[in-house]
């Protein structure tokens, strides 16, 4: 998931539509990343319980919710 697609999912939700604003870049961005959660679960057997979509929504629901 991209910041740019973890945006435009936000605005989805929400029924919004704000564009992003871009700057330059600071000390210390990541620049690329590239997880892998394979080990993970081939190792400890994880396994996400939700999407990305869903656990964006559970968080936002607990904020409404929890003042936060």
């Known amino acids: 998931i991209t910041l740019n697609e973890a945006w435009s999912l936000l605005q989805k939700i929400e029924g919004i539509e704000i564009p992003p604003l871009y700057g330059p870049p600071r000390a210390g961005d990541v620049q690329d990343s590239q997880a892998d959660v394979a080990s ?17 929504r559970r968080t936002l629901e607990w904020y409404r919710t929890s003042g936060g």
Not at 45 to 56: K, L, W
């Open 40 to 56: 993970v679960v081939r190792d400890l057997g994880h396994a996400p319980r939700f999407s990305f979509e869903e656990g964006m």
